[in-house]
């Protein structure tokens, strides 16, 4: 099983929230460190012991990890990961929501949250992202539950990297993860890869 989790708030409540990603560093405001506390009390009660951790190497990710897996007992080390890092949002990068879409229209934006088309000058590198997720999706060593903390832009990537998910994909309102939320891909019987839940905040 494969749980994927989006970090926590970084923006302060009253604050305007701007477009940030790889450029980018910051901490979880404590808003963010709830639900990361959330999250880590969720995954408890549905008896989640991680056996591997990956996050992506910026500091709200890593915050958001280093929460849930030290309310567990047994729980693995989060391994920073370069394919999950956030997407690099180009001449976006730390602007408002407004002065994105004036930049580059409703249509980029809205082809980005359905199908996970870039925006013109967005830095993205698709091919090795789903080359990491499928790379992962090939090891069955682990022991237990896999967790992954990366940004709402970057966990997308997962549902692209396999035919299953990627049909389960077309059927999304939105690729979008919330703040402090999650999706669930677990492996069928068959070996086979299956969506059972995206977008899921505790």
């Not at 701007?18 to 009390?41: H, N, S, V, Y």
Request: aromatic share 6%.
């Amino acid at each position: 099983m494969f749980v994927i989790v989006r970090h926590g708030n970084t923006f302060a409540a009253g604050e305007t929230p701007r477009r940030i990603g790889a450029r980018t560093d910051m901490p979880l405001t404590e808003k963010g460190r709830e639900q990361a506390r959330a999250l880590a009390a969720h995954f408890a009660a549905q008896g989640w012991v991680f056996a591997r951790a990956l996050a992506s190497p910026l500091l709200r990710t890593r915050e958001t990890a280093q929460i849930i897996l030290a309310a567990q007992h047994g729980a693995a080390k989060a391994e920073p990961c370069a394919w999950l890092r956030e997407i690099d949002h180009g001449p976006d990068e730390d602007r408002s929501e407004d002065a994105v879409l004036a930049r580059i229209g409703a249509e980029a934006l809205t082809a980005w949250e359905r199908h996970a088309a870039p925006p013109p000058d967005w830095q993205v590198d698709a091919e090795m992202r789903l080359q990491g997720w499928r790379d992962l999706f090939a090891k069955r060593d682990a022991q237990g539950p896999a967790l992954l903390v990366t940004s709402n832009g970057a966990a997308r990537f997962a549902l692209m990297a396999d035919p299953a998910l990627a049909a389960a994909m077309d059927r999304l309102d939105s690729l979008k993860l919330p703040t402090g939320g999650y999706g669930v891909i677990r492996r069928s019987d068959g070996g086979g890869l299956m969506l059972e839940s995206w977008g899921l905040r505790p």
